[in-house]
């Protein structure tokens, strides 16, 4: 069932330094991934995808790492501002194309 | 381009009231669909439509209805709300399956 109140798990980080957020996926038959980044208040907004022919991709400041072994998936934001802060989820498409978020880590930036 | 844009903003429902929450893109997506978010947690699909006239159910699909009959709208319908539903309701829309999704700002509702 739900838990009313659960804390997302938190990630405190000063500026500057690098940021590495961790997510676990449960379908090894999932073959695309996207990180959302969202801001309190705001809808999420696409970050980087990666496809599962793939083992690292990387956009501007970000770098996203897939390990199929381990089904973990990994987001790398190099120089991390302030503006930075925000919730960040990772998403798997499964078997039936339907999109499925995680939970989500909470990235607080120090400055 | 407006992107996806949701109406209302913010809405109080009384227990067994129904009501729409309107979705609309102006990206000529085909794939779109409806996503519950409650605190601290991800989102979680509703239901979709991979395009004008078809509709499918996502993770929690109980007690709303959807309709696509234009590519451009996707409205979610609430038939008779329950104070389970408070939550905030996010729009999506993607070039096709597997690709990019474009959320919408939210509309976050209330049933007391």
């Known amino acids: 069932g739900e838990s009313v109140g659960l804390h997302l798990p938190t990630l405190s980080v000063q500026e500057g330094d690098n940021s590495i957020i961790n997510c676990a996926y449960s379908n090894s038959a999932s073959d695309y991934f996207i990180w959302y980044k969202q801001e309190s208040g705001k809808g999420p907004q696409f970050i980087i995808d990666i496809r599962s022919n793939m083992d690292k991709r990387q956009g501007q400041r970000v770098t996203v790492l897939l390990n199929k072994t381990v089904k973990h998936l990994s987001l790398q934001i190099a120089a991390t501002q302030p503006g930075d802060s925000a919730v960040y989820f990772c998403a798997e498409y499964n078997q039936g194309g339907k999109l499925i978020f995680g939970q989500g880590t909470e990235l607080s930036v120090k400055p | 381009n407006a992107g996806v844009t949701q109406t209302p903003k913010f809405q109080v429902l009384k227990t067994g009231q129904s009501m729409t929450l309107q979705c609309a893109q102006d990206m000529n997506h085909e794939y779109m669909s409806w996503y519950r978010q409650d605190p601290g947690m991800g989102l979680r699909l509703i239901h979709y439509s991979v395009g004008a006239g078809i509709t499918d159910q996502g993770e929690v699909p109980n007690g709303y209805n959807v309709s696509r009959s234009t590519t451009e709208d996707f409205p979610l319908r609430l038939l008779s709300a329950a104070p389970s539903q408070t939550s905030v309701y996010f729009c999506?829309?993607?070039?096709?399956?597997?690709?990019?999704?474009?959320f919408g700002p939210g509309t976050r509702l209330t049933v007391t």
């Open positions: 999506a829309s993607s070039y096709s399956n597997k690709y990019e999704q474009y």
